[in-house]
């Protein structure tokens, strides 16, 4: 019984995290108001792809076979870290 549970929650534990992460690229995103629009936009874009990744991680773990999933997961994920090491920088540079 145990097992069953476990294997029904496990696709919503790998799709959590990345998705926590674009709840906080979304939080720091309404924290900053002031800001130029090009900033925006690439907070607006890491949040965007950190939800895609989430979303491709979610499918990856019901379909397994699909390598593809993993591959856009990973390609996701990095875009939107990317885009928010650098919006990161930008904010720094800007204040």
Do not use: C, H
């Not at 108001?33 to 939800?51: H, R, S, T, V």
């Not at 990744?53 to 499918?59: G, Y």
């Amino acid at each position: 019984m145990s097992g069953d549970f476990e294997s029904l929650i496990e696709p919503i534990e790998n799709a959590s995290r990345p998705g926590t992460l674009a709840g906080l690229t979304l939080a720091v995103l309404q924290v900053t108001p002031g800001e130029p629009w090009f900033l925006k936009f690439l907070l607006g874009i890491g949040a965007i792809m950190f939800l895609f990744s989430a979303l491709f991680m979610f499918f990856y773990t019901i379909y397994p076979m699909m390598k593809r999933l993993w591959t856009f997961t990973a390609i996701t994920f990095l875009l939107g870290l990317i885009g928010s090491i650098i919006s990161s920088m930008l904010l720094l540079l800007l204040i």
